[in-house]
């Protein structure tokens, strides 16, 4: 397996504008998370899904961010409209949660708004 | 107070050197990881422990759940072994999978 998979890597945009992040995590796993990473807050969890339903959306941190999962196989993080502090790396991550499986990251989208 | 302390911050240490890093917590939990995260940023799960000792190659885990605590060990450190290291917690409540994480251990290791 490819692992979890997250595009862009890399995106830049201005101030406004709307934003989608993806994710396709690995095959047969059934819980997926979205995490922000900043150099001031570290790690945070932002929402989770379980057999592609929200779970804990606890973390998100105001209405200009919405998450889906239409399947079991992909997923979208959307900022609208994004914001200068919303730079961030956005990372997410799956697992197994029935095997109770540590859970595998994708490499990570750098968000940059400018 | 954060729920999640790591320490050191910052830990430089001379290649074949036996490393420790080490986390508090103070909420019940269910699970706690320790993460490896590199300068290029990827993030790497190496354990995840609820009880006892684990070992994986020359990195051992220990955990404590009377006393909160848990060890992250390297021995005959290398400077491949220079990253970041996180620790996160899960919550004890059943179902919970969230995670919260410490600040991180920079580790470097010098040839």
């Known amino acids: 397996d490819a692992g979890v998979i997250q595009s862009p890597r890399h995106e830049v945009t201005e101030m406004g504008q709307e934003v989608t992040l993806r994710c396709k995590p690995i095959s047969g796993h059934n819980s997926l998370f979205w995490y922000r990473q900043t150099m001031m807050r570290g790690l945070e969890l932002l929402i989770y899904?379980?057999?592609?339903?929200?779970?804990?959306d606890s973390g998100m941190p105001e209405d200009r961010f919405s998450a889906k999962m239409p399947n079991a196989s992909f997923s979208t993080l959307k900022i609208q409209p994004s914001e200068p502090r919303d730079s961030a790396v956005y990372f997410c991550?799956?697992?197994?949660?029935?095997?109770?499986?540590?859970?595998?990251f994708g490499q990570g989208t750098r968000l940059t708004v400018v | 107070k954060n729920e999640v302390e790591q320490s050191p911050q910052n830990l430089t240490a001379q290649e074949g050197e036996f490393i420790t890093i080490n986390c508090s917590y103070s909420v019940g939990i269910s699970a706690l990881h320790w993460l490896q995260q590199h300068p290029g940023g990827g993030i790497v799960s190496l354990f995840m422990?609820?009880?006892g000792k684990k070992k994986h190659g020359r990195l051992i885990a220990t955990i404590n759940i009377q006393e909160k605590h848990s060890s992250l060990h390297i021995t005959a450190s290398h400077p491949r072994d220079s990253a970041v290291y996180i620790c996160a917690v899960r919550s004890e409540d059943f179902g919970n999978e969230k995670l919260t994480f410490g600040t991180g251990t920079r580790l470097t290791i010098i040839p």
């Open positions: 899904f379980n057999n592609n339903v929200p779970i804990d």
């Open positions: 991550a799956s697992n197994y949660r029935v095997l109770d499986t540590e859970a595998f």
């Open positions: 422990l609820s009880s």
